[in-house]
């Protein structure tokens, strides 16, 4: 196996652009890999039935050499795709440089690329980099605990964090207490004090009501993700804002899976209001705090989170840190990343090709109601909501043990595509912001297909 691996040289792959035609790896590498996995790997994942070799754009291929279309792009992480050639250099070149330092010196790459960020967030606040979703939003709950010190309420320090049901926050401690979906917390109790996930997404009233004199911040996604593709409405974001102001409370958004230009715009809630305000006003809304990571490396792990001016200080030092958070490899790349999807048009292309693959989805709703009920999201951020397995002709065999989701993600497996399952009925299409046209195209028709084949 290890001399499968070393055939691959690192240098080639990293040099050639589209290395596409690397061998396979040896005949039962699949079952070889398979094996590995089941007596070394912590079983936390079910996974698909799939050993992956390579990839390069929006296609990536098994150790068999099957060619797939990557529609999942990772799960909202591989913003430009597999093995961008621009991407993969940049890391070649900072590694001969300068991978690591510690958090205890200054270097160029972070400085800049915290720079860029809040010149993508209106051009004030600063940033904290980690090393993934989790702990960045680990930061902000640190960070509403600190606001709750200095700003207590008449009863003392207020420390609630208060989130909402379906929401997605993490698998650390802190991001399951927040996370509104059962199936995380089962066997893990008992939860963190100081959260409370209870609350209906998108419902104003529910979270007016909700806040009390402990309440230190409210966390929303702009939209849910693993929750099955919500978008926040308008009323409900403006209406958080001032409830915020009113009870001073801090508005912190979970941007880990819906930001960095998923939607068209760098936050999906800058997509929702200026669909509704347009642009100046939409301009006029900020959280407080915003937590990022999946597409801000491309692939590379990679978490921030973002605080508005008037609270960025709150964390001085000392008081938080990271050993890997904002490594000159890591700002780097994901600097690079930056700097290719503004070059390349990236989020209007991501913003139209979504729409079209919407206005697809919905199609396919209105052609085949008893398999699909409707097409959800922005973007690249995108939801097939299936109807119930018992009630798809073709899954209702199946359906006591596998929910539609998953077994429309297996279908689409077998016909040659990646999507990604959330929930039991909802088929999330997470691409590359730099997916070509023709291949939005291509992955339709199998979806098409697919679909065709359960009514
Ligand atoms: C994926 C995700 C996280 C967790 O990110 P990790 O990098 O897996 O820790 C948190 N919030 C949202 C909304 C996510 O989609």
């Not at 980099?129 to 600190?146: D, H, Q, V």
């Not at 009390?212 to 804002?241: D, F, N, W």
């Not at 001073?248 to 958004?253: E, G, K, R, T």
């Not at 690079?336 to 209007?348: A, S, W």
């Amino acid at each position: 196996m290890r001399g499968a691996w070393n055939g691959r040289g690192v240098k080639e792959s990293m040099l050639s652009a589209v290395d596409v035609a690397a061998p396979a790896l040896a005949g039962g590498a699949r079952d070889v890999v398979k094996s590995l996995f089941d007596r070394y790997v912590v079983p936390t994942y079910g996974r698909f039935d799939l050993v992956m070799s390579h990839g390069s754009g929006s296609e990536v291929w098994d150790v068999n050499g099957r060619r797939y279309l990557d529609l999942g792009g990772g799960i909202a992480v591989c913003s430009l795709g597999h093995a961008h050639p621009e991407v993969a250099a940049t890391l070649a070149q900072q590694a001969q440089r300068l991978v690591h330092v510690s958090n205890l010196y200054y270097h160029e790459p972070q400085g800049r690329l915290a720079e860029s960020l809040v010149g993508l967030m209106g051009g004030a606040g600063k940033v904290f980099f980690a090393n993934s979703g989790a702990e960045s939003n680990e930061g902000l709950f640190k960070l509403a605990r600190r606001f709750g010190h200095h700003h207590p309420g008449e009863e003392g320090p207020r420390y609630e964090v208060i989130s909402t049901l379906n929401s997605f926050h993490g698998r650390t401690l802190g991001g399951i207490a927040a996370t509104g979906q059962e199936k995380v917390k089962a066997g893990f109790g008992p939860m963190l004090d100081g959260f409370r996930c209870d609350v209906p997404f998108n419902d104003l009233e529910a979270m007016r009501a909700a806040v009390g004199p402990r309440t230190a911040a409210l966390l929303i996604e702009g939209i849910q993700g693993e929750g099955g593709i919500t978008a926040a409405s308008v009323e409900y974001l403006l209406g958080l804002r001032r409830l915020c102001d009113e009870k001073n409370i801090l508005l912190m958004v979970d941007a880990v899976q819906c930001g960095h230009f998923r939607t068209g715009c760098f936050q999906s809630y800058q997509r929702v209001l200026s669909d509704a305000l347009g642009e100046e006003e939409a301009g006029r809304f900020a959280p407080d705090a915003v937590s990022m990571a999946k597409s801000l490396g491309g692939g590379f792990p990679m978490g921030a989170f973002w605080v508005a001016p008037q609270w960025a200080d709150l964390l001085g030092p000392g008081s938080h840190g990271t050993t890997y958070g904002g490594t000159p490899l890591g700002c780097a790349v994901a600097l690079k990343v930056l700097e290719i999807i503004q070059r390349d048009h990236l989020p209007d292309h991501a913003r139209e090709t979504g729409q079209w693959l919407h206005a697809q989805i919905a199609a396919l709703a209105d052609a085949y109601p008893h398999v699909v009920q409707g097409a959800r999201g922005l973007g690249f951020m995108l939801g097939m909501e299936l109807v119930a397995a018992e009630k798809i002709p073709g899954l209702a065999a199946a359906a006591g043990t596998r929910p539609a989701s998953l077994q429309c993600v297996d279908r689409l497996h077998e016909a040659g595509l990646l999507t990604i399952p959330s929930g039991t009925q909802i088929v999330r299409l997470l691409p590359a912001l730099n997916l070509p046209r023709a291949q939005a195209e291509e992955g339709m028709e199998i979806i098409r297909k697919v679909v065709r084949a359960l009514a």
